[in-house]
T-cell receptor
Framework: KAGVTQTPRYLIKTRGQQVTLSCSPI?????VSWYQQTPGQGLQFLFE???????NKGNFPGRFSGRQFSNSRSEMNVSTLELGDSALYLC?????????????FGSGTRLTVV | AQSVTQPDIHITVSEGASLELRCNYS??????LFWYVQSPGQGLQLLLK??????LVQGIKGFEAEFKRSQSSFNLRKPSVHWSDAAEYFC????????????FGGGTRVLVKP
């Protein structure tokens, strides 16, 4: 069973540009969440999509947005990049609720803003 | 405020010695509880999780964790550490009412001495 796939693994962007990151969840998982990891702030929740609808959102500015497609693949977009957006962006897919509750993470996309 | 605390930022342990990582949470209800491990440059791997029932949970790689409601704690243990256990460990919680949103502790970096 394939895991969570994130592309690309590494990105270097210039301040002011925009970037799109992609996440393909485990087959059958309908929930995709995104997290930002930085040395200063740790792991922070960005948002979660379930069946193409944003179900939960963290405390990030509107420059951070996402979407989910009918095949459950998700994209995250950051516009007008700032130096502080440099981070490891992690995607997690979930199988649902109850005892099957679980989050499987991808290897992440390392974004560097210069 | 709801929070997850890992009091130890760094722990150094000798190979073959036992390891205990602490995690405390502050929530009104008992949340779902998780421990993840992250190797440098990698994503997060789930070690174990607690939803309900037996308060001693067995995970992968020889890890176990004990949920103590009275202390709001979910400490991770391993009887005998291997050099490959050197990594960063994260405790995380999720509230059923909050959907699939994980809140992470700050992490504990484990160094293993030969």
């Amino acid at each position: 069973k394939a895991g969570v796939t994130q592309t690309p693994r590494y990105l270097i962007k210039t301040r002011g540009q925009q970037v799109t990151l992609s996440c393909s969840p485990i087959s059958g998982h309908r929930s995709v969440s995104w997290y930002q990891q930085t040395p200063g702030q740790g792991l922070q929740f960005l948002f979660e999509y379930f069946s193409e609808t944003q179900r939960n959102k963290g405390n990030f500015p509107g420059r951070f947005s996402g979407r989910q497609f009918s095949n459950s693949r998700s994209e995250m977009n950051v516009s007008t990049l700032e130096l502080g957006d440099s981070a490891l962006y992690l995607c997690a897919s979930s199988s649902g609720t109850g005892e099957s509750y679980g989050y499987t993470f991808g290897s992440g996309t390392r974004l560097t803003v210069v | 405020a709801q929070s997850v605390t890992q009091p130890d930022i760094h722990i150094t342990v000798s190979e073959g010695a036992s390891l205990e990582l602490r995690c405390n949470y502050s929530y009104g209800a008992t949340p779902y509880l998780f421990w993840y491990v992250q190797s440098p440059g990698q994503g997060l791997q789930l070690l174990l999780k607690y939803f309900s029932g037996d308060t001693l949970v067995q995970g992968i790689k020889g890890f176990e964790a004990e949920f103590k409601r009275s202390q709001s704690s979910f400490n991770l243990r391993k009887p005998s550490v291997h050099w490959s256990d050197a990594a960063e460990y994260f405790c995380a919680v999720a509230l059923k009412a909050a959907g699939n949103k994980l809140t992470f502790g700050g992490g504990t970096r484990v160094l293993v001495k030969p």
